[in-house]
């Protein structure tokens, strides 16, 4: 790491931490209870009842929906403190500004705010704005991670349209435990035409940071993730346990984000009623959707529009596949005057990439390890992009689905699925930066890069990618190259510290 990664050392923080290395074995083995950070329980002590624990679903949490925050001229602090998941005691969790989720951060499309980051962890760390297509060097990749004690100013030029995105550590070996224990945040793009539509706004734009935990018995977040994924015993929703809101009746917005590490989910409402989905992860679709239920992979984010003007009973947003609930919606009874945004016309223009019928490039996803045969090892370029050329990608999953590929540096389209569930669904529409590739199943999506310098393509099953599920590619001007010997074709090389 240079000089100028870092700007200076926190005061009272104590002695900078040095470079640093550890080894596979030791985040694989004991359940990655690998440093002082982790604080490993059995199962989960609060676990009750599906839908959170302490209490049961009638009497429940409000749900913590805080103002969004300006980026620019934000610090975030990353320090271990004091939360209070809902389950009637206080614990504790690794925090960004003492909250579990972090603050949501808000941004105008077309500026370049700076945030700083403070490292208060005994660890290495970084951010990685997920979603926010910016330069390498503030990317938050894991050769940017900066030492415990130290702090980090990110200036992020956001050239990109409206869209919710998510933060969250990317340090390598590490990324899987410091989401788990707390680290993650929702982060919201603005810009004018989004803002023309008139959806629902204020109070009636609801942020949902959705995830599984385990909980101890102070009310500590724990962790025991293993290769194979983190399945933790409880829902958190915006970081609390069994979470209801009052809603008046009219329309709201509710801006989902699947922050768990490995757990997919399959929303849909207890009564059926419909979801209209107006924007994934790159922002708007063309038209909006109903749907009764979409399923979630790690990392996606979703639009959605809800109408609640005839609620007259509290109904619930559960995880069809888990039996979970994870909110229930009470009404008040009061009568909003709103005026109801209209769905039914076109909402935005998606550019629609043209490139090549056949594959570029060819990714398979293998076990919980390894692409294309190969494990992770940082700095080891894999291959070059020519900048603007657009490729088609081809990614094939081999064993221990579900893999949710995550790609920095540009959105993508996808094209085409075969086999498995052979098709694509509404919520795969528009711009992506992850998607779902489960087994048996081959993904096609056109992909473009405008901005040259060194990204990332991964499982965002954040274990696997921990454990080496995870390559580096470089986008150049003028030219492109092949696999380099020994990752491409699913050879099976062995390129990393695997302990």
Known sequence: MSDTDVAHVIPGQGAVMGGYRISRRS??????????????????????????????????????????????????????????????????????????????????????????????????????????????????????????????????PVQQRASLNFYHPHPHLRTAAQVALGLQGALIVRDAEEAALGLPAGRFEVP????????DKQGTLTYNGRASGFLGGVPLVNGVLNPYLRVDRAHYRFRVVNAANSRVFRLAFSDGRPMTLVGTDGGLLEHAVDLSEITLGNAERLDLVLDLRGL?????????????????????QADVSQTAPVLGRQLSVVERLVGPAQPS??????????????????????FQVQRGQVERWRFVANGNPPHPVHIHGASFQLVGRTGGRGQLFPWEGGWKDTFLLLDKESVDILIRF?????????????????AGMMLDFEVVEGGSSPMVAGTADGAHGDHGDHG
């Open 27 to 156: 985040v694989l083995a004991a359940g990655l209870a690998g440093g002082a950070l982790v604080s490993v329980g059995g199962a989960p002590a609060l676990a009750g009842k599906p839908g959170g624990g302490g209490g049961g679903a009638a009497a429940g949490h409000p749900l913590p929906v805080p103002a969004p925050v300006a980026a620019d001229g934000l610090t975030l602090t990353a320090r271990r403190t004091a939360v209070d998941l809902g389950g009637g005691r206080t614990g504790s969790a690794l925090t960004y500004n003492a909250g579990c989720p972090g603050p949501t951060i808000e941004v105008q499309s077309g500026s370049t705010p700076t945030i700083t980051v403070t490292n208060g962890l005994d660890e290495p760390t970084t951010v990685h704005w997920h979603g926010l297509v910016v330069p390498t060097d503030v990317d938050g990749q894991p050769h940017e991670a900066f030492p415990a004690g130290t702090r980090r100013a990110y200036t992020l």
């Open 361 to 382: 490039r060819t990714f398979s996803f293998d076990g919980m390890t390894a692409i294309n045969g190969v494990r992770y090892q940082m700095g080891a370029t894999s």
């Open 208 to 215: 949902l940071v959705i995830r599984d935990a385990n909980i």
């Open 312 to 332: 007259t009973a509290p109904v619930q947003l559960v995880d069809r596949d888990s039996g979970w609930t994870l909110l229930d919606l009470r009404p008040t």
């Open 450 to 466: 405008d901005l040259v310098g060194r990204y990332l393509i991964h499982c965002h099953k954040l274990e696997h990618e921990d």
